[in-house]
């Protein structure tokens, strides 16, 4: 269920079907000349005339017939293709919406009162000042939803071929404004040579005109209620979120060198519940859009996986991508991967934030199973404290810290995030704390990994013998889970063993839920950092451990066992499957959480540590330099 939903009814938006026909069909258009170049190309060439006495500031009117030109694309067939079809008809409802909107905010502000005041008596004064200044602001609302429009309607994969034209804006009325993107769309399909780049350019047309106008937002302070608005119509796939843009993304094919759990050795509990969450995704209903891991609980949303380089974190994502991605294949389903990098750090203020924004909104899409992932997070997002950091590292922070566990976030279940890092203490400590689940890709450890990953890496090619060894037999899930999990009845970080020990002595044995909250509080007493958040995400990692429920891979062999069944039908059969909680659980992921935190905080001290000594090493040894050269007499020269 949306919350905030602003209706917007079919029959304001059929209203506008006459006005919108008649613009798609003849668009006049009037055009202020602010350059002195004329609109007419010279014969036989690309260039333009251009006057020799000034014609700034002058106006001329330009006759658009956009049906013309899509119908000119294919001159020898009478008939439309149904690409050119459909780019019209979204134009026209695109246009329809626009005006509905356009209706809907003048009745949000003052502008339907003033509109009508003004045809009877022309306003005058500050009232007119403030009609003039609204009727500017709905015609940017206008332009903003009919682009908005004609962007979420196509999805292509294809580049543009060709430069397109800069979008022109008129806020003088909503008609202007839509008779001016019109104008633009015309002139950006009329380049196109087959319909692929007839939907191509439309849509690169309609983000150029969305990144226009968000660049032109800040002059209409007329626009600050209207940002409230969500509006969505299930008839043509389209929300407005206020002025957020909503992109549909490119569909390309996700290219990557999946790997395959046999694959990842070590690891053994990050790639159990990797699997897991593989297997829960494909649990989301599209028609319901909810997943019943979110109702039941266990559904990890989020997740932070930190370990040195070189343990296995990109092989893990590979992992995680190329599991999903089969499991759609069989479904039917799209699945969006998508990794926000260093690359989409910008220097223009508010373009990290938005790029960032963009990469969450993607991977978010309710009609798609989504991955996405922030490697090397430590250089994306800044801590706050930092004052080196850059202004967009700063951004990034913030929306990813809004998106994953923000007064708006709402999970759905079908996507997951997944934050990597080799050095975790550099994340912000808010930041890091809305990662629900905690993973340590620490990579091979004992003697059968290394013995495995070596025979994995060195490959076939070869005829030397394996030797006294079962290989990957160490690499069986269960067994390896099992005992990964059991290690975790003790905390693994030395001060964490010292309050855990502290606690036991006091209290005994741990057996009720005082004794968790006993040992919890003697947690935050050694750990400032260990806040309430802490406590749910132990919660969660607690039942998610109630859900550790292993899917059978039959129910994923064919879409029919599971995967395309009702919601209430996956409910029951993933219900059935839920273990109790015990207090083997509790304390076990109490200790796993508590372990991270004490080691972040670990390596965090070690490295200021090493800062200080460095320092005072470097101190001493200009101090020792200086000396030489005052005695041999050149400090000074």
């Given at each position: 269920?949306?919350?905030?939903?602003?209706?917007?009814?079919?029959?304001?938006?059929?209203?506008?079907?006459?006005?919108?026909?008649?613009?798609?069909?003849?668009?006049?258009?009037?055009?202020?000349?602010?350059?002195?170049?004329?609109?007419?190309?010279?014969?036989?060439?690309?260039?333009?005339?251009?006057?020799?006495?000034?014609?700034?500031?002058?106006?001329?009117?330009?006759?658009?017939?956009?049906?013309?030109?899509?119908?000119?694309?294919?001159?020898?067939?009478?008939?439309?293709?149904?690409a050119q079809h459909g780019l019209l008809f979204r134009l026209r409802r695109g246009i329809q919406v626009a005006l509905a909107v356009h209706d809907l905010f003048a009745r949000q502000s003052e502008l339907e009162s003033l509109a009508l005041e003004n045809r009877?008596?022309?306003?005058?004064?500050?009232?007119?000042?403030?009609?003039?200044?609204l009727l500017a602001a709905g015609a940017f609302v206008t332009s903003f939803t009919l682009a908005s429009f004609i962007n979420q309607s196509f999805e292509t994969s294809d580049d543009v071929?060709?430069?397109?034209?800069?979008?022109?804006?008129?806020?003088?009325?909503?008609?202007?404004?839509?008779?001016?993107?019109?104008?633009?769309?015309?002139?950006?399909?009329?380049?196109?040579?087959?319909?692929?780049?007839?939907?191509?350019?439309?849509?690169a047309f309609a983000r150029l005109c969305l990144d226009g106008l968000v660049q032109r937002r800040a002059r209409f302070d007329e626009l600050e209620g209207f940002e409230q608005n969500h509006i969505r119509l299930d008839a043509d796939d389209f929300e407005l979120n206020g002025f957020d843009i909503r992109d549909r993304g490119r569909r390309k094919p996700l290219i990557m060198n999946f790997k395959k759990p046999n694959e990842v050795v070590g690891n053994h509990i990050a790639k159990y519940q990797a699997i897991k969450?593989?297997?829960?995704?494909?649990?989301?209903?599209?028609?319901?859009?909810?997943?019943?891991?979110?109702?039941?609980?266990?559904?990890?949303?989020?997740?932070?996986?930190?370990?040195?380089?070189?343990?296995?974190?990109?092989?893990?994502?590979?992992?995680?991508?190329?599991?999903?991605?089969?499991?759609?294949?069989?479904?039917?389903?799209?699945?969006?991967?998508?990794?926000?990098?260093?690359?989409?750090?910008?220097?223009?203020?508010?373009?990290?934030?938005?790029?960032?924004?963009?990469?969450?909104?993607?991977?978010?899409?309710?009609?798609?199973?989504?991955?996405?992932?922030?490697?090397?997070?430590?250089?994306?997002?800044?801590?706050?404290?930092?004052?080196?950091?850059?202004?967009?590292?700063?951004?990034?922070?913030?929306?990813?810290?809004?998106?994953?566990?923000g007064a708006n976030t709402v999970i759905r279940g079908n996507c997951s995030f997944g934050m990597f890092s080799n050095y975790p203490e550099n994340v912000d400590d808010a930041l890091r704390q809305r990662a629900g689940a905690r993973w340590l890709v620490d990579g091979p450890q004992t003697e059968d990994d290394y013995i495995d990953i070596f025979a994995l890496l060195l490959g076939k090619n070869h005829n030397i013998a394996l030797g006294d060894?079962?290989?990957?037999?160490?690499?069986?899930?269960?067994?390896?889970?099992?005992?990964?999990?059991?290690?975790?009845?003790?905390?693994?970080?030395?001060?964490?063993?010292?309050?855990?020990?502290?606690?036991?002595?006091?209290?005994?044995?741990?057996?009720?839920?005082?004794?968790?909250?006993?040992?919890?509080?003697?947690?935050?007493?050694?750990?400032?950092?260990?806040?309430?958040?802490?406590?749910?995400?132990?919660?969660?990692?607690?039942?998610?451990?109630?859900?550790?429920?292993?899917?059978?891979?039959?129910?994923?062999?064919?879409?029919?066992?599971?995967?395309?069944?009702?919601?209430?039908?996956?409910?029951?059969?993933?219900n059935e499957m839920r273990t109790p909680i015990t207090m083997d659980m509790i304390v076990q992921e109490v200790n796993r959480y508590a372990d991270s935190e004490f080691r972040y905080t670990d390596k965090s001290d070690a490295a200021a540590v090493d800062n200080i000594i460095r320092d005072q090493r470097v101190r001493e040894r200009a101090i020792e330099e200086i000396s030489e050269m005052k005695e041999k007499g050149t400090w000074n020269a």
């Open positions: 269920m949306d919350t905030g939903l602003t209706t917007l009814n079919e029959k304001e938006i059929a209203a506008h079907l006459s006005v919108a026909q008649s613009l798609i069909e003849r668009a006049s258009v009037v055009i202020k000349d602010r350059s002195g170049k004329s609109s007419t190309e010279l014969a036989g060439t690309h260039r333009r005339f251009v006057s020799t006495v000034s014609t700034r500031g002058s106006e001329s009117t330009r006759l658009v017939k956009i049906t013309e030109t899509v119908q000119a694309l294919n001159p020898q067939d009478n008939m439309l293709s149904p009877s008596v022309a306003l005058s004064g500050d009232k007119a000042a403030r009609f003039h200044r071929t060709g430069d397109l034209p800069e979008p022109v804006f008129s806020f003088e009325s909503p008609h202007e404004a839509v008779k001016h993107i019109i104008m633009g769309l015309d002139e950006a399909i009329s380049e196109a040579r087959d319909d692929s780049q007839l939907i191509a350019r439309t849509k969450l593989a297997k829960m995704l494909m649990a989301y209903d599209f028609d319901r859009q909810l997943n019943p891991f979110v109702e039941l609980g266990g559904f990890i949303f989020t997740f932070i996986g930190d370990g040195f380089p070189g343990t296995g974190k990109t092989t893990l994502i590979q992992m995680i991508a190329g599991l999903i991605n089969d499991y759609c294949n069989v479904a039917g389903y799209s699945f969006h991967y998508e990794n926000f990098g260093v690359d989409q750090i910008s220097s223009y203020q508010g373009k990290s934030g938005q790029n960032c924004k963009q990469f969450i909104t993607n991977v978010l899409d309710t009609r798609v199973i989504g991955f996405g992932t922030v490697d090397d997070i430590d250089q994306i997002a800044a801590k706050r404290s930092d004052e080196r950091a850059s202004a967009g590292q700063q951004e990034i922070t913030a929306v990813l810290m809004e998106g994953f566990s060894h079962d290989l990957y037999a160490a690499q069986a899930i269960k067994q390896a889970v099992r005992s990964a999990y059991d290690r975790h009845s003790l905390p693994q970080e030395e001060n964490l063993l010292r309050v855990y020990e502290k606690v036991a002595k006091a209290n005994g044995e741990m057996k009720t839920l005082a004794d968790i909250g006993m040992y919890l509080h003697a947690i935050k007493q050694a750990e400032p950092r260990f806040t309430g958040r802490a406590i749910k995400n132990i919660t969660d990692a607690v039942k998610m451990r109630a859900m550790d429920i292993d899917l059978p891979d039959e129910w994923f062999e064919n879409p029919e066992s599971f995967m395309h069944k009702s919601y209430d039908e996956k409910y029951a059969m993933i």
